[in-house]
């Protein structure tokens, strides 16, 4: 993944700075919680919502075991249809691909529809190495990048700013880009939307070259999908001349038929909409309407290996509408910087771990990053057991040899507790002691008792209870 | 009919009162109550950590210490959700690993046999009302894997809705997570405690005298937040109130 997140802390460390700023635990809180509930109320809405979410996941597990074929067939419907496909086994190659697919335009600037793939690749970082200036369309993607910051949610990576600091953004940052914001910008909700409309327009009518991803690919057509709300989306991938979208192997889907079940999915789990206000679909080109020239490029970037894992590979049928996000407590804590990737929240701590191994400090905390208290589960429109994956991955983490001290105290432990008679002794040896037991724990143990006291230990343990009031 | 108690390592251990309690009520209600004393630890805090082969021993022992016994009543829905969620899984893990199928047949034999008390309450025996006194003003907290594994759904509060003298406060943000989370408590301590305090704030918020859950281990943690802080609110377990009668009154202890 891109490059921006390396040598992040692990995530207790940065989630323990979040926790600590009240204004971004504010933000997050009010946040989350809206659309937590307007979720609710959308999803409510349908008497048929646990057909559609088993018919998600079915369709998404079927599409994945045949991946091979659906692969080549999408491929074979984009060519027919006058598209071309490119394979980028990944990150690097699929920005080679897509740095050399501007280079032969001539031109040195794109314009971007909000993309998951081309964030995890760090597209625009390695475009601007080349001399070629992305700019992203997305208002909340483009808070982001005017104000040098990282996204810290999927749908709406400005989450963590209120209104106060995009108006300060936008002041400050928008003349370095482009049109710069109007005099006397207030922080009012309008006049920050018209401010972005203005400085994105003359982007619009300039980019000869767009870059998007997309939600969905159908194989039996070769037609792409892209779901928005703003309508910046829309603008790419109709004005300029070439588009290029850069999408990942797991996103396709097999007929039209499939689609119209993801279609009524994702609004409602992502913005709580019952449908979203732009769904742009193309296939290849057409002569006189939209683009002339057509690149897909495929990537995978470690999803092949994400398939190969019996348990991990349900990570894939994520159609990254953050809905676990919304409801996680944790999340809901320490916000999504803390993660240290472009994939924030629940589905990111079981998705990065795989897509980028476990080896740096945050990436082995990541599947830690989470209480198993389900909720997460619950409201995943594909129905990702999200604490399986979890767990597994803890497993990948212990294995490779992280917390020796941990291990131990687990080898220990687990003696003691498949010995009865010593775990009797053990018991009895606490009820004595009990008057000695300190309130606070040096090392380790103050991770609980910083915050709180340690239970008292009884007098006897309940198997003493037993053997004297029930022989 | 016979039936074990499974107390659980937690409540053996830290909170025998709440095991004692089980025995008692299931007494009462006229059922005959087992403790095999080889029983331990369900395995929950090595197997959430990642440490499967480890706990491994553990369900072999659980499975072996309740062999015979129709039912298993456990006042703990989290360990109940290990049983009957997790322990099929390792036994399918070490059969896929090539380790034969005795650990998944002993996950099977058991997993259909374990209830967590408000099921047995209400599902097996058909009680909703125990018969008890608890002349106080409570509100419910709904651990995670009861409420989301388990699907208890309002067994607790249709038991504790039916108690004598007692004054139910509902809890907002009632299906949020209190921040225990096993060894979460100490690996992300600043996120559990800020869970912790958010979950609590609810709590307080309703005036309750008592703050009644159903897994001590999240009440161990809520409690020790509210002991440090030295809050009024009583933490305590669902199976203590529905003990209490009017002849032998809940006393704190």
Known sequence: ?471 | MRVALFATCVNDALFPATAVATVRLLERLGVDVDFPPEQSCCGQPQYNTGYRRACEPLVRRTARAFAGYDHVVTPSGSCVAMVRDNYPRIGAKAATEGRGTGLADAALGLAPRVYELTEFLTDVLGVEDVGAYFPHTVTYHPSCHGLRVLGLGDRPLRLLRAVKGLELRELPGADECCGFGGTFAVKNAAVSAAMAEDKLANALGTGAQVLCGADNSCLMHLGGTLRRRGEALRPLHLAEILASTEDDPWRAA
């Open chain 1, 1 to 471: 993944m891109t490059g921006t997140f390396l040598g992040m802390p692990a995530f207790p460390q940065a989630a323990e700075r979040a926790v600590r700023d009240g204004q971004l635990r504010a933000n997050l809180r009010h946040a989350t919680h809206t659309i937590r509930d307007k979720r609710a109320r959308a999803v409510a809405e349908l008497p048929d919502w646990a057909e559609l979410r088993a018919a998600g996941k079915a369709i998404k597990d079927h599409t994945l075991r045949h991946l091979d074929r659906y692969l080549v067939q999408l491929e074979e419907s984009v060519t027919a249809a006058g598209g071309t496909v490119h394979w980028a086994a990944d990150a690097e190659e699929a920005n080679r691909i897509v740095a050399d697919l501007v280079h032969a335009t001539a031109e040195t600037e794109v314009v971007k529809v909000k993309s998951m793939a081309t964030q995890e690749i760090g597209l625009n970082e390695a475009l601007a190495a080349e001399g070629i200036t992305a700019y992203e369309t997305d208002l909340a993607e483009l808070i982001v990048q005017l104000g040098d910051d990282r996204p810290s949610h999927i749908l709406v990576p400005a989450i963590h700013r209120n209104r106060a600091e995009i108006r300060e953004i936008f002041a400050e940052r928008m003349a370095d880009w482009g049109r710069p914001a109007p005099e006397g910008l207030t922080d009012s909700p309008a006049e920050l939307a018209e401010a972005a409309r203005l400085h994105l327009r003359e982007k619009f009518l300039r980019a000869q070259v767009a870059v998007s991803g997309a939600n969905f690919m159908v194989a039996e057509t070769g037609t792409l999908v892209v779901v928005e709300s703003e309508g910046n989306g829309r603008m790419c991938l109709t004005l300029p001349r070439t588009l290029i979208s850069v999408v990942g192997i797991e996103k396709v889907v097999p007929t039209w038929r499939d689609l119209e079940v993801f279609l009524q999915l994702l609004p409602r789990s992502s913005t709580a909409e019952r449908m979203n206000p732009y769904t742009s679909l193309w296939t290849g080109t057409t002569a006189g309407d939209g683009p002339s020239e057509f690149h897909l490029v495929l990537l995978d970037n470690g999803r092949t290996a994400v398939l190969a894992d019996q348990v991990g590979r349900q990570a894939l049928r994520c159609i990254r509408c953050s809905a676990c996000l919304n409801v996680c407590p944790v999340y809901e804590r320490a916000g999504g910087h803390a993660y240290g990737s472009v994939y924030p929240g629940p589905i990111g701590a079981i998705l990065t771990p795989q897509l980028r191994g476990t080896t740096s400090p945050v990436d082995a905390s990541l599947p830690y990053a989470s209480s198993l208290c389900g909720a997460c589960y619950d409201v995943c429109p594909v129905a990702i057991d999200i604490p399986e994956v979890l767990v597994h991955l803890r497993e990948r983490v212990t294995e490779q040899g992280g917390h020796p001290m941990e291990r131990a105290a687990i080898a220990a432990a687990g003696y003691v507790l498949d010995h009865p008679a010593l775990l009797t002794a053990a018991e009895r040896l606490a009820g004595r002691t009990r008057a000695l037991h300190p309130r606070r724990l040096p090392g380790p143990g103050r991770a609980w008792t910083d915050t709180r006291d340690l239970p008292e230990v009884p007098a006897e343990p309940f198997r003493d209870w037993w053997r004297k009031n029930r022989p």
